[in-house]
């Protein structure tokens, strides 16, 4: 369970607060599974650190690489965490408080806890995140700031992560997650009472979660490949009563065979593949919670087994720090300009890095599409149409400065949208378009601005396919996510993305 963007961010001259530069974000208040809104000025509102899908790559190349160079940046950090605000921000507290030096009543103390806690809970509620008894029960019942030890208890209990280990360069390690994933994450997972659960990346935290929704007949594992992370989780575990949970340190990719088989499994990391251990490991008509990255975009997608596959029956907003170990993988970032505009490309698409690297000296383009948006209304799947639509797809990364020198014009400066084919680029731009007459909300429409030889045709492209999500597929409608093994045949209606992994044959298609 961590986090490693905001330190890192800093130290590259990266910006580190959402909605810097009056840009929109993909998600709202008003949505349950929304993280962010939108002001007057669109600028963010962080609930958590979520914007690990978006630009943890950039944060982590170095400064200075040669423009139209591609580098392979290792796709570090652990565990869990962050809820992307449409891909957000990171955390807006990267320190740990030490513990209060003043003697506290410990009656007083339980009591205040007791109380923020139903407080938070009461809020997950009228959001619609929590929907079940069992869950809300669940939150109601387990000590987070037990698990959170010397952290104040508004800290415990406010709705953001908490940073738990750092490195020697103080980027972050391991972090519990902020309450409003961790409950998005559990209603999706749908744990009955004597289900077997396998965690896969731990704090102790969601274990004692699990362990309150599986009952006495039930069983949790949990396991992580940091040794002070697993003891951590163990000491909390014990103080808290909750020794029955399993606690194993090893690499999750392998599962852990000695406590199978699992009616649900629950990954806290960013994955970019689905481990085959993960599959043999569950039983058939068993659940798995797992954040994936699809062409750089991270989702928190619920499958079921079926056979040898995994059919998608969820699918969330998120965004986490990815994976170490086995499991770990690598993006190209290719630089476009200077040190402060980037382009990420995932999943080992074929990008002409030399062609890219002059597009951005060239006359723009911009067309816009009629589409529009209001403040606080989610469009977070228009990203993975995008990405099943055009054939080159990506998320551009800027600085502030590269947008204050007018070099681009991102709807998002963090991970924005992007097509590319050969040396031409294009991307989602937001202008204002007066306000909602019912609401007053502030509206804003979409539009494309392309660079390169071709911009103009690719602008269109990128516009069309804005306008055809808004009419048949706004809010999700239709979306499927699959999951086959290697090199399964597999036909598909148009659009559909075909996304060979390692170990699966990724498919994303829309009815």
């Not at 103009?456 to 699959?482: C, F, P, S």
């Amino acid at each position: 369970m961590s986090s490693s963007l905001r330190t890192r961010a800093s130290r590259r001259g990266w910006s580190t607060r959402a909605g810097r530069g009056g840009l929109i974000a993909r998600s709202g208040l008003s949505d349950r599974r929304r993280w962010c809104g939108v002001t007057h000025s669109v600028s963010l509102h962080t609930v958590s650190g979520r914007q690990t899908d978006r630009v943890q790559l950039a944060f982590d190349a170095p400064r200075h690489q040669p423009t139209g160079t591609v580098r392979q940046t290792p796709r570090q950090g652990t565990r869990e965490g962050h809820r992307p605000k449409c891909n957000a921000p990171p955390t807006r507290r990267t320190r740990v408080t030490p513990p209060s030096t003043t003697d506290a009543d410990p009656v007083e103390d339980a009591a205040r806890a007791n109380a923020l806690r139903d407080k938070l809970v009461d809020a997950l509620m009228a959001s619609g995140t929590v929907r079940s008894t069992q869950v809300e029960a669940a939150l109601r019942t387990v000590p987070r700031h037990r698990f959170l030890p010397g952290v104040p208890l508004d800290l415990a209990y406010a709705n953001e992560a908490v940073v738990t280990k750092r490195d020697d360069d103080g980027a972050s390690m391991s972090s519990v997650s902020a309450p409003v994933i961790v409950a998005m994450m559990l209603e999706q997972l749908q744990v009955a009472p004597g289900h077997r659960v396998l965690e896969i990346g731990s704090g102790g935290y969601n274990a004692a979660l699990l362990a309150e929704l599986v009952g006495a007949d039930g069983q949790v594992t949990t396991i992580d490949i940091d040794p002070e992370v697993i003891d951590r989780a163990r000491l909390s575990l014990a103080e808290t009563g909750y020794r029955r949970v399993r606690v194993l340190c090893g690499d999750g990719e392998a599962g852990a065979v000695e406590a199978t088989p699992f009616d649900r499994i629950i990954v806290t990391v960013g994955a970019w593949d689905l481990a085959p251990a993960w599959l043999e490991q569950l039983v058939d008509g068993g659940r798995i919670v797992v954040p994936l990255r699809m062409r750089g975009l991270t989702r928190s997608v619920a499958f079921e087994r079926d056979g040898d596959r995994l059919v998608g029956r969820s699918v969330e907003l998120c965004g986490f720090v990815p994976m170490q170990g086995a499991g770990a993988y690598r993006e190209q970032l290719v630089w476009l300009h200077a040190d402060d505009v980037a382009l990420r490309v995932d999943d080992g698409q074929s990008v002409d890095a030399e062609a890219l690297a002059g597009a951005l000296t060239s006359p723009r383009v911009q067309t816009w599409t009629g589409v529009t948006v209001a403040t606080g209304e989610s469009f977070e799947h228009l990203d993975l149409w995008l990405a099943t639509a055009m054939p080159g797809f990506g998320l551009l990364a800027v600085r502030r400065s590269a947008i204050d020198a007018e070099v681009v014009a991102p709807a998002l400066s963090w991970g924005c949208s992007a097509a590319f084919e050969g040396g031409t680029l294009a991307y989602l731009s937001l202008r204002p378009s007066g306000a909602d007459p019912g609401t007053g909300r502030k509206v804003f429409e979409f539009g494309v601005t392309a660079h390169g030889p071709e911009a103009k045709r690719l602008a269109d492209q990128v516009g069309e396919q804005i306008r055809a999500w808004n009419t048949g597929h706004r809010g999700g409608a239709g979306l499927r996510i699959e999951a086959h093994p290697a090199g399964t045949p597999v036909t598909l209606p148009a659009p559909a993305l075909v996304i060979d992994k390692r170990h699966v044959r990724l498919t994303v298609s829309w009815a």
